[in-house]
């Protein structure tokens, strides 16, 4: 029994050192030779050990062969690796040359087309550099040739016209500055000539009355010997009849003939000797003095002598006749003044006419008041003057209108369309001050935050009210009425609503690249905006001191510009909408003729689902305010999503009916319902929410009934309850239908379309062309 559990535990500790770790092997031999048995337990370990060797031998003699073999294989192996080796190196030292030329190539085409980018850009700089330069070298050479008055119009067209087109150059700046400097030079130059004339008319004065005495002479010796002739023959007449003397003629004792004969003579040579008066004179400078003062206009010091001359001319005698008797009167001086005050206005009128800086006329009419003014100080009658300066008042607000264009259209250019970020509190009192925006829920929000409108709409509403002050400024001081001076106000703000901004943002709405993005913004834009005009109400009321509820006030309508603007970039939305529907409905490439649909939705569809989905999410920026008309859900987020989904309809529709299209098989119609299944999946989901029901899936449904109509070939229900209010295919036309039952036949007769039927070529064909048949007759008894 000893000696058996003594083999036992040697078995044990044997299989514990083959399956044990070597670092936890030290604990087993420690039981070995604790006991008393270790000698056999050595024998047993080595005939273990030989057992073990044995079956190593064994494997490896199995294996000896097979080892053999693959370091037979691996010497092979090793001189193909090496060849490889070798072609691999020569092969990327070739890759590695024509790398080099390729890189080489690159740089140069590189280089090339950089040159291009740099030749093009610089070809279009020149374009709208040269007729600046053009114009400046006309210019140029017509001031050598002191052809002044061209020469000013040539300024004005490069001021107005091609100094802005080019650009903010160097030498376009200088141009600027130098236009000024010009206009004087050629004011100057032209007055100059003009004292000179006048000078050159004090010498030549004498000589031009000698001439004009001597033509005076020769044409009363001309009338005289005209006068003689007429007597003469009257004479000859005579004596013929009754005297009969003919030795008076002979010996030259009629004094008339005599005189008529040397003045003729002195007449014939006068004529050739004697110049016209006129001709002495070269009166070019004062026409061309006229000329271009009429261009260059007066400056407003120009205005200001010549009101001085006027008041100091009816001052002296408005003196004078106070400080004495007989010299002058009343009626004198009265008749003196209206004939200057009515060449007072109308040279007023004609050059004011001229200006287009509201500025100069604001100050001009300054000018004019005060000139009024002092001349009703002295007791002359003034009323016309302000009639003019009413007058004055409807140029002036043309002109604050074309200014104010110009702001507008800036402001929407330069415009990122995109809501403003507000990082501090200091930055939205400062927008909050220029631009009356309430919302409670916003101003809980912690900064960073962003306002729902885009810059142009406080820089829109502080130029609405520089406006309104710029046209306040021209009221005062012409003794009107605070009713009368609000009326003037709110007319020209009426004004520059509908006809200067609502032209603006059409022009914004419509112009070419505007995103979607850019076209919500602008929904935004004029809600706020439209918001804010009762504030412009208060305001004007504020300034003019005239309540916004007096009878028979002038109302703030120009309102309706921002309403108009709304729905014009709402119609551009639903227009881009569909334009981009369309471009992805030009990617569809279906194969008509497929003998089995796909799995999923094509390509093309599934990217215009990704961008629908996108695009509607955009709508969530919509204000919910209390104008339904922008709210979210509202009429602009349901009616873009509703129009783009019966616009995809529509167009599939004509695309499964092309003409182009001339035969479809059964596995193209699989496909196309699997392409509606994943439109109508789009509509199911509500991209946009507050539709009720399965609305939007109704955008679909005539394609749904069409495409079940042929799918499930459900012919005979579609015949038997066509007409009927429960007709199951109620929205498929039969026209529509039997179009697409044509595109079904199998002209070739060498095609499977209805290899689902399981049935003949013959009794396919048959089955389409007896269901033909019946709709033509369907078609044909509801026409009757």
């Not at 407003?300 to 106070?322: A, K, P, S």
């Not at 142009?456 to 400024?473: D, G, N, R, W």
């Amino acid at each position: 029994m000893a000696s058996a559990e003594i083999a036992a535990e040697h078995e044990r500790i044997l299989r514990e050192i083959e399956s044990t770790d070597t670092n936890c092997i030290g604990p087993t031999l420690r039981s070995v030779y604790d006991g008393q048995e270790h000698g056999l337990f050595m024998e047993k370990l080595e005939g273990r050990i030989r057992n073990h060797d044995r079956e190593i031998e064994k494997m490896c003699n199995h294996h000896f062969q097979g080892f053999v073999d693959s370091i037979t294989e691996l010497l092979k192996v090793r001189g193909e690796a090496q060849k490889l080796k070798g072609q691999v190196t020569e092969t990327n030292q070739k890759l590695q040359n024509d790398g080099k030329e390729l890189l080489t190539s690159m740089n140069e085409l590189r280089q090339c087309r950089v040159q291009q980018r740099n030749i093009a850009t610089t070809i279009d700089k020149l374009t709208h550099c040269l007729p600046v330069l053009e114009m400046y070298s006309k210019l140029q050479e017509q001031m050598r040739a002191k052809r002044y008055y061209p020469a000013l119009r040539t300024l004005e067209q490069l001021e107005e016209s091609c100094l802005p087109q080019a650009g903010s150059y160097r030498f376009c700046t200088i141009m600027a500055e130098n236009i000024p400097r010009l206009r004087t030079h050629i004011r100057d130059v032209s007055m100059s000539d003009l004292k000179d004339f006048l000078e050159s008319i004090r010498k030549h004065s004498d000589k031009i009355g000698e001439t004009a005495m001597k033509q005076a002479q020769v044409q009363i010796a001309r009338d005289n010997a005209v006068t003689s002739q007429q007597r003469s023959a009257s004479g000859r007449r005579i004596r013929k009849e009754g005297y009969g003397s003919t030795e008076v003629d002979r010996t030259g004792n009629n004094p008339f003939s005599e005189q008529d004969s040397g003045i003729l003579d002195v007449d014939d040579e006068q004529e050739e000797e004697v110049p016209g008066a006129h001709d002495l004179v070269d009166f070019s400078p004062v026409y061309r003095c006229l000329h271009i003062y009429t261009v260059l206009h007066e400056t407003l010091e120009g205005y200001r002598r010549y009101f001085n001359q006027i008041v100091g001319f009816f001052v002296v005698e408005d003196h004078i006749l106070h400080t004495t008797q007989g010299l002058v009167n009343r009626a004198y001086v009265e008749e003196l003044w209206e004939l200057a005050l009515s060449k007072t206005i109308a040279a007023l009128r004609t050059h004011s006419s001229y200006c287009t800086d509201p500025d100069l006329v604001l100050d001009l009419k300054n000018l004019i008041v005060l000139f009024a003014d002092t001349l009703q100080g002295y007791g002359f009658p003034v009323n016309q003057l302000f009639d003019m300066l009413l007058e004055m008042r409807d140029q002036y607000g043309e002109i604050l209108l074309k200014k104010w264009s110009q702001s507008f259209r800036q402001i929407l250019d330069q415009d990122n369309y995109s809501p403003i970020p507000v990082v501090s509190p200091e930055e939205y009192q400062r927008i909050t001050g220029q631009f009356p925006f309430q919302d409670p829920e916003l101003d809980k929000m912690p900064f960073p935050k962003k306002l729902p409108f885009s810059e142009f709409v406080p820089k829109v509403y502080s130029q609405l009210k520089e406006f309104i002050y710029a046209c306040l400024k021209y009221s005062e001081d012409l003794h009107l009425s605070s009713t009368e001076i609000d009326d003037m106000i709110r007319k020209s703000t009426n004004l520059l609503l509908t006809r200067t901004l609502s032209h603006c943002l059409q022009y914004a709405i419509k112009k070419k690249n505007v995103g979607l993005a850019e076209l919500v913004q602008i929904i935004i834009n004029t809600t706020h905006l439209e918001q804010s005009c009762h504030y412009l109400e208060e305001f004007i009321s504020n300034i003019t001191n005239v309540p916004p509820d007096t009878i028979n006030a002038t109302k703030l309508y120009g309102t309706s510009t921002f309403k108009d603007a709304r729905h014009a970039a709402e119609e551009e939305i639903y227009t881009n909408l569909n334009q981009k529907i369309d471009q992805f409905l030009q990617l569809a490439d279906y194969d008509w003729t497929a003998a089995q649909g796909g799995g999923q939705a094509s390509d093309y569809l599934s990217d215009l689902i990704a961008f629908l989905c996108s695009t509607f999410a955009v709508f969530t920026h919509l204000p919910g305010n209390a104008i339904e008309h922008a709210t979210l859900p509202g009429k602009v987020a349901q009616t873009a999503c509703m129009s783009a989904c019966k616009h995809l309809s529509t167009s599939l529709l004509q695309l499964l009916l092309e003409a182009d299209v001339r035969q479809v098989s059964m596995g193209a119609l699989q496909q196309f319902n699997v392409d509606v299944k994943e439109c109508e999946r789009f509509a199911r989901a509500g991209p946009v929410p507050g539709f009720q029901g399965d609305t939007l899936l109704l955008a679909f449904i005539d394609l749904r009934q069409l495409l079940d109509l042929f799918t499930q070939w459900d012919w005979s229900t579609y015949l038997a309850d066509y007409g009927r209010p429960t007709c199951k295919y109620l929205r498929v036309n039969p026209h529509t239908a039997l179009a697409l039952l044509e595109k079904m036949k199998d002209t070739s007769r060498k095609n499977n379309m209805f290899a689902q039927f399981r049935k003949n070529e013959r009794d396919k064909q048959k089955l389409i062309d007896t269901v033909v048949k019946q709709l033509r007759n369907l078609i044909a008894s509801n026409q009757a």
